[in-house]
């Protein structure tokens, strides 16, 4: 028997978002039916809706969730009813090439619920990044849910399963800032505000936010940033070169994703620098580069998808350290919302009033 919860839908591209049931079928093997307690709005539940991301519509947004594990299909092991769980967007197949070769953060073969969630009427919905958590229950594949401590709150613990994490892994583990490196970071919103707190974690010595936003580059300041720049008023490559001793950054993390925030990052490093793209670019941006500079300038020119984060290596490790005092996840918790204020929440969004909205239940 299929569960009947309230979720949030976008029909069809560019229209306002709405809250339609959902029919949640029962964990068949191998899957997982989860109640969600709360679902942060990331900006990539804004590119479905516009018709960024694909043409698949309707999709069912939310993916940024944390919640307890209802019921399990045949076969699960790694989780049980009342596991207080982190949804993760990388259920390890552990067979393709990339697992094979022992990097399962590549994984190429991803698992998600095999069973579709439907409209009332039978119509088959696209889950958001294969999870759709803005909704009381959803369901996934049972290698979706990491287990972590909890203690934590679930709008904190949620918003590790994208953005957040997304953000610190571009620092810590694409980017792989160490000791005593500079960073700069281009775009402070969740995932950029993450990566300078990861680059604070990892010991920065100068981390530079830029921003276009003067509010977003106050709160850099309190998750680690030492400098700021406002790229509306100074020219952000020249600054960065500026506050680096005239050579740029030795890791510069753009967290926007547009061609002209790019080439920012790429000529804002130092020679054989590293540059990571974790701003996710829509269909139509095209980039170019004089060729000569792209071997010039020597380096590292890497993409960060979800922060090259293994959840079931990260999560816990996480949420411990936010447990211990050493990780203010909760600076990234900007409001509480309620499932019917979605399309207000991408609204404040992009106004810039908030970092996250975390819809809790
Ligand atoms: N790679 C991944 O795995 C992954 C995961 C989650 C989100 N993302 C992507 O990361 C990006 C950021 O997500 P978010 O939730 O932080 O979004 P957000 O809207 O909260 O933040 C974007 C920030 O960029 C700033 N900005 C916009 N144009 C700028 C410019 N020209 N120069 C400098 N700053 C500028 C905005 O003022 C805002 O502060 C999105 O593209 C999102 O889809 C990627
Ligand atoms: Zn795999
Ligand atoms: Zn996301």
């Known amino acids: 028997m299929a569960d009947s919860v309230q979720g949030v839908i976008a029909r069809e591209k560019g229209a306002p978002v709405e809250v339609a049931a959902i029919l949640v079928p029962d964990p068949g093997p191998g899957e997982t039916l989860v109640h969600v307690q709360a679902c942060g709005v990331c900006h990539t539940d804004l590119h479905y809706k516009q018709g960024g991301i694909g043409d698949d519509f309707p999709y069912f947004l939310g993916h940024e969730a944390a919640g307890v594990v209802e019921a399990v299909g045949d076969g699960v092991t790694d989780v049980a009813p009342g596991d207080f769980v982190i949804l993760n967007w990388r259920a390890v197949c552990g067979q393709c090439r990339a697992c094979r070769r022992g990097r399962p953060w590549y994984c190429f073969s991803t698992h998600n619920a095999s069973q579709k969630m439907t409209l009332a009427d039978g119509a088959p919905l696209s889950p958001a990044l294969g999870i759709g958590a803005f909704a009381e229950k959803t369901l996934v594949a049972s290698g979706q849910c990491t287990k972590v401590n909890p203690a934590v709150r679930p709008e904190v613990a949620g918003l590790l399963g994208c953005g957040v994490m997304a953000g610190l892994g571009a620092a810590l583990n694409t980017g792989q ?138 999560f816990p490790m996480l949420v411990d350290l936010h447990l211990g005092g050493r990780l203010p996840l909760e600076k990234f918790v900007s409001e509480t919302i309620a499932l019917n204020d979605v399309e207000k929440a991408f609204g404040k969004m992009e106004r810039g009033e908030v970092l996250r909205s975390v819809v809790v239940f």
């Open 177 to 314: 800032v160490s000791r005593g490196d500079s960073v700069a970071v281009i775009g402070c919103g969740g995932v950029g505000h993450a990566a300078v707190l990861g680059a604070s974690l990892a010991g920065a010595a100068r981390i530079i936010a830029v921003d276009v936003d003067d509010r977003k580059l106050e709160w850099a300041r309190r998750f680690g940033a030492t400098d700021v720049i406002n790229a509306r008023a100074d020219d952000p490559v020249e600054r960065i070169r500026e506050l680096t001793g005239g050579f740029g950054a030795d890791v510069v993390i753009d967290a926007v994703g547009r061609p002209e925030t790019y080439r920012q990052a790429f000529y804002a490093r130092d020679l054989a620098g590293t540059v990571v793209l974790v701003g996710v670019p829509t269909p139509e941006m095209q980039l170019e580069l004089p060729l000569l500079d792209v071997f010039g300038r020597g380096g590292a020119v890497k993409s960060s998808w979800y922060g090259d984060c293994l959840p079931t290596r990260d």
